[in-house]
């Protein structure tokens, strides 16, 4: 089944951050000719859109909220481009305007997609009321791991709870870990080869030498736990003399980990890259030991990490993970066979994951085949996209 499907969404390129890459890689999967994606605009925001192979349509805001005046310009664009479905690509807030378009437009199918923040909405009372909302005005809400529904089930009412689907992140089959493009690049659309990983390029790139590299890919906010690398790195390179640490990203927490870098006592073998594009990240995924970002629960169990992309790239590109027991983010390894969960507030038990790892390469080895087999088999963006084109009556 054809039609056009409006993708709303406040999360997409150049914006980074798991829920950029999450609605990227689905855009992607659309015939382009039957997608138009509706995002904020800005300075620098609509850099590369006309070589994109879907229509991008930028609304003059910082940021789109389900306003009388986003809900106008995304009625007048359904109906210009004969939208039949709508997926409002983070349900909160803008699936609240879901009942409204549905009404002026008349599309068949909506469907919104809740992440990791909706958590937090699920426990506050305006929160609440907003999601009960989203959830009876859409024809399903999905979830992305069985952490965030049990949390954001209670806030909505029986008939939304079940409509609730799962469609979770996923990773590019080639297994080499793809990321968002970096500044001014276009996604590509095509899938990079596997062959063209190259750990010693990485190597060579950043100045790491031929020890062993933690690796740490996401954005640098404090529930991530960059931080705890960085203070516990000293004990490791105690052990392990030539090993690197490198953190790859940007955010609102990276003049903080610079700092915190400059000023460790191992501050020669921290390394911040930054934002990089996909190639540079696949060849550091090529070169890494072992993956490690020890994300952790804030304000109160408020902000939680949803599930992880980054988990699952990491194990596609045959990389063990230590994971930090925040929100979902278990669900994204399966404990002692693809890699370690850690308490995220326990120091030492970060340290004795990561110093594990690197001290039994053999056992690391089997724990990244083994994540590489069932990522690539379990968690396809593929596979992802099939469920959401079926909520959407694309199927």
């Excluded at 499907?5 to 950029?20: A, E, H, M, Q, R």
């Excluded at 009876?136 to 069985?146: E, M, N, Q, R, W």
């Excluded at 990773?171 to 063209?196: D, F, I, T």
């Excluded at 850690?342 to 001290?359: Q, Y």
Aim: hydrophobic share 45%; glycine share 12%; proline share 7%.
């Amino acid at each position: 089944m054809g039609g056009h499907t409006l993708i709303v969404t406040n999360d997409f390129p150049p914006k980074t951050g798991g829920i950029d890459l999450f609605a990227l890689e689905m855009t992607r999967r659309f015939p382009p000719d039957s997608v138009t994606v509706v995002a904020f605009g800005g300075p620098d925001a609509d850099a590369g859109d006309a070589e994109m192979p879907w229509e991008v349509v930028r609304l003059p805001v910082r940021t789109l909220l389900p306003t009388p005046r986003t809900i106008s310009a995304v009625c007048e664009l359904a109906r210009e481009r004969g939208a039949d479905s709508v997926w409002f690509a983070s349900s909160t807030p803008l699936g609240f305007m879901a009942r409204k378009v549905r009404h002026r437009t008349g599309v068949r199918r909506i469907v919104a997609t809740s992440h990791g923040h909706e958590v937090w909405w699920a426990r506050i009372p305006g929160g609440r009321q907003v999601l009960r909302r989203i959830g009876d005005s859409v024809d399903a809400l999905t979830f992305i791991s069985k952490y965030t529904r049990a949390r954001i089930a209670p806030a909505l009412s029986p008939a939304a709870r079940r409509r609730m689907v799962e469609v979770s992140p996923g990773v590019n089959p080639w297994g080499s870990g793809v990321g968002l493009p970096a500044e001014g690049e276009v996604p590509r659309g095509e899938e990079l080869g596997e062959a063209s990983a190259d750990g010693g390029r990485a190597r060579a790139r950043h100045g790491l030498g031929e020890g062993p590299v933690v690796l740490s890919v996401s954005r640098l906010v404090p529930r991530k736990g960059q931080d705890r690398l960085i203070e516990l790195w000293p004990s490791v390179v105690a052990v392990h003399p030539e090993a690197r640490l490198v953190i790859v990203g940007t955010g609102s927490y990276e003049e903080t980990l610079l700092e915190m870098a400059e000023a460790s006592a191992a501050s020669s073998s921290i390394v911040l890259t930054g934002r990089l594009p996909d190639a540079d990240l696949a060849d550091l995924y090529a070169a890494a030991a072992v993956f490690a970002m020890p994300c952790r629960s804030r304000l109160g169990g408020l902000e939680v990490e949803g599930l992880g992309i980054v988990f699952l790239e990491a194990q596609a590109a045959g990389v063990p993970v230590v994971v930090g027991r925040s929100g979902g983010a278990p669900e994204a390894v399966i404990d002692g066979e693809t890699g370690l969960v850690v308490d995220p507030g326990d120091l030492g038990a970060i340290r004795g994951a990561v110093l594990e790892l690197l001290g039994d390469p053999e056992r690391a080895a089997r724990m990244g085949a083994a994540g590489r087999a069932w990522v690539t088999s379990s968690w396809t963006w593929d596979a992802r996209y099939e469920v959401l084109a079926g909520l959407l009556g694309r199927g």
